[in-house]
């Protein structure tokens, strides 16, 4: 902008000099030179686009919509791909790691779920959200993200259920795919690390037609790794073509994407006379072997400058065939005896979001109105065997042969869930810088559970969910706001009578401030709240039957930042206080605990620092530390896992289209023993990274 001001106002003094001075210029001599032509591009950031460096400024995440952070209501986080490469990020649980209000790593080293507690609720699988549509899970079959081919990850704090329809109340995490561009570009990299971790990676897009009309882009990855504890793996194959086709009214992005992963099913740890083993029950005869594919597309159209039109489609397939060992709790010596499960699950999804958005001012008010309609069916179809191993393991001796019989499959079962909503939102500006949004939303839902074929449990649900938000933007960059929201959550549990459990609803009082300093590149939020859920399922702790009595209430706070402090200098701060309490329970035990998984405190801080000039020109360092302070293995308070304070650490080169870069996650080594609900995990321990990477 700064170039093109300088520009705009020598053309404007040189036309000027030219209108006053119009003889005197011929009368100068006539040698001439001729300048060449200057282009000047921009791109203004967008809610789902790129973002240069760490600070985000918009996000779609809180109202579908592309609007400023500075305006919205609602406590928005975003991890742009910047952060991702910088921290070496090698799944969305490391991305989102150093985010307020986020707490990961509560069963240790998993790399089968993305597992994530967003302000004390589980997030795994009801808050894993993928351009703007749900990935929900199977019964044990999970979507996996592959986070190299992500853009940019939002996360919206608190329930939403408003825009997404049944979701937890912690909130949830949009994972935003790379995107076909205009401008061709190409880029390949290679990783090796220790344990053993070996992944090469390209991303390349551009145009397919010279005039931007087609666009496209390819991004694949291929990996052989083992885990962070021993004998577990985490091999991928991932490729992710997607095509954009567009005028000036129009816009279709085909987005599809399939990945084939091999991790283990199990990562809990035996542990016999009170000594925790670092080998896993089952080493070779663990496995989960899933095969996914996603297909979808994104259809927009602006009819005039009032009114436009979005409709977001996807249809997803997982394949999932998974094995491992569990002890039966006889032990001779370092044998002990085991049973082998084998386990087979297809999960079939298909979504659809329709919206049409309407900007127009009624007197003083301007308005955003976004209204939807919105579709959403999943069908899980699983079976399972169990035997005896004759053979007994060596729980000390991993390299100890163990002969493992896989069990025929022995049963079939399925579950299925359809909704659907009708939401409407407007967001309203008046005055000098006021912003109110206010939106509801109807779902209806129904879900089943069959055995063999045969329907055993089904149930229809309607839920109206709404929320509010008022926040003024001060000139100076400072926005205060309140806002209030609701959710809902369909049960899969059954009662003591096999029938399924009605709804769990959630609600939210939140009041912050946002500050984003004018002309700069920073932005500070701070957050208050209390999110209550009610009816969620508990199983009573004799008959082990589920009613929907549970009850819990968090109160929080959270501070962020993202700082840029000096040119070549970026900083992440945050810190979460949480309060949870069990208000109502089956098991009276445990009324006025503290749920499991919930730390009070948590922080984290990250720096990095690049030499812009000087001997040292193109180096970089970065730097960083979590803290989780101890948090209940159970909901009876009897046992608290330690805290846990992991250390990352960074050394960057760059030169020309060249990047190196050398990441240690968990300096020092910090592998602390986690029990959780009675199940025993190590946390992650030392990773190294080094990668090289080419960008032409």
């Not at 009309?213 to 991932?238: D, I, K």
């Not at 000098?432 to 559970?449: K, N, P, S, Y």
């Not at 650490?649 to 289209?657: G, N, R, T, V």
């Not at 080094?690 to 960008?695: G, L």
């Amino acid at each position: 902008m700064s170039t093109l001001s300088t520009v705009l106002a020598a053309t404007a003094i040189c036309a000027l000099d030219f209108a006053i001075a119009p003889h005197a210029a011929a009368e100068e001599a006539t040698d001439t030179v001729s300048l060449p032509t200057v282009t000047v591009d921009g791109t203004r950031e967008s809610a789902w686009g790129p973002v240069g460096g760490y600070v985000a400024t918009r996000s779609a995440a809180g109202t579908k919509t592309d609007t400023p952070l500075i305006e919205t209501p609602r406590s928005i986080s975003v991890v742009t791909r910047q952060e991702m490469d910088d921290r070496a990020a090698q799944n969305v649980v490391d991305a989102i790691s150093y985010t307020a209000g986020v707490v990961t790593g509560a069963y240790g080293y998993d790399p089968r779920f993305d597992d994530i507690y967003i302000r004390g609720f589980a997030v795994t699988s009801r808050g894993d959200f993928m351009n703007g549509l749900s990935q929900f899970s199977g019964n044990f079959a999970y979507w996996r993200t592959e986070t190299y081919g992500l853009e940019r990850i939002d996360i919206i704090k608190g329930p939403a259920g408003v825009l997404y329809g049944q979701t937890v109340p912690g909130g949830l995490i949009n994972r935003i795919s790379k995107m076909p561009v205009d401008t061709p570009f190409a880029e390949i990299e290679g990783q090796v690390g220790a344990p053993d971790w070996f992944q090469a990676a390209f991303d390349v897009g551009g145009k397919l037609k010279e005039d931007g009309s087609a666009l496209y882009r390819l991004t694949g990855v291929a990996r052989a790794a083992e885990g962070t504890v021993e004998y577990t793996t985490n091999n991928a194959l991932y490729l992710a073509p997607a095509f954009t086709f567009q005028n000036d009214s129009t816009r279709l992005t085909i987005l599809t994407n399939v990945l084939d992963i091999r991790l283990p099913a199990s990562t809990y740890y035996y542990q016999p006379d009170n000594i925790l083993t670092k080998i896993p029950v089952g080493t070779t005869y663990n496995a989960i072997n899933q095969t996914q594919e996603q297909a979808g597309y994104i259809l927009e159209h602006d009819f005039d400058d009032i009114w436009s039109a979005k409709q977001n489609l996807r249809y997803g397939h997982i394949d999932n065939h998974s094995f491992w060992l569990f002890p039966t709790g006889t032990r001779t010596g370092p044998l002990v005896d085991v049973y082998a499960a084998n386990y087979r699950e297809t999960l079939d999804t298909f979504q659809v979001d329709n919206q049409v958005q309407a900007r127009f001012q009624t007197g003083p008010i301007k308005h955003k109105v976004l209204g939807g309609l919105d579709y959403m069916w999943g069908e899980s179809s699983f079976g399972d065997g169990y035997g005896f191993n004759a053979a007994p393991i060596n729980i000390f001796n991993a390299d100890t042969p163990n002969l493992v019989a896989m069990p025929a499959i022995t049963s079939a079962s399925g579950a299925s869930l359809s909704q659907l909503g009708l939401y409407v939102q407007d967001q309203m500006s008046f005055g000098d810088g006021w912003h109110f949004t206010l939106g509801g939303r109807q779902d209806f839902a129904t879900e089943d559970q069959s055995a063999y074929g045969i329907t055993a449990a089904t149930r229809d649900d309607q839920a109206f969910t709404w929320q509010a938000g008022l926040l003024y933007e001060f000139p100076t960059g400072v926005s205060p706001y309140v806002s209030y929201a609701t959710s809902f959550l369909p049960s899969l549990n059954v009662d003591a009578a096999g029938q399924l459990l009605e709804p769990s609803t959630g609600e939210q009082y939140e009041a912050g401030l946002k500050f984003q300093p004018k002309g700069g590149r920073s932005f500070f939020t701070l957050a208050a709240y209390q999110i209550t859920q009610n009816n969620y399922a508990v199983p009573d702790p004799v008959t082990f039957y589920y009613s929907p009595v549970g009850n819990v209430r968090v109160r929080g706070f959270e501070a962020e930042a993202f700082v840029e402090l000096a040119e070549g200098l970026d900083l992440t701060a945050a810190y979460t206080f949480t309060q949870g309490k069990i208000i109502n329970s089956l098991d009276v035990g445990t009324i006025g605990n503290v749920p499991v998984n919930m730390p009070a405190n948590v922080a984290s801080l990250w720096a990095k620092y690049t030499f812009l000039s000087g001997p040292l020109k193109g180096f970089g360092v970065g730097a960083g530390i979590r803290y989780y302070s101890g948090f209940w293995a159970n909901n009876e308070n009897t046992y608290k896992n330690p805290s846990q304070f992991p250390v990352d650490a960074a050394l960057y080169y760059e030169k020309d289209s060249w990047k190196l870069a050398l990441n240690a996650k968990n300096v020092f080594g910090q592998q602390e023993a986690l029990n959780n609900e009675g199940y025993w995990y190590w946390q992650q321990g030392r990773t190294v990274l080094a990668s090289v990477k080419y960008h032409w």
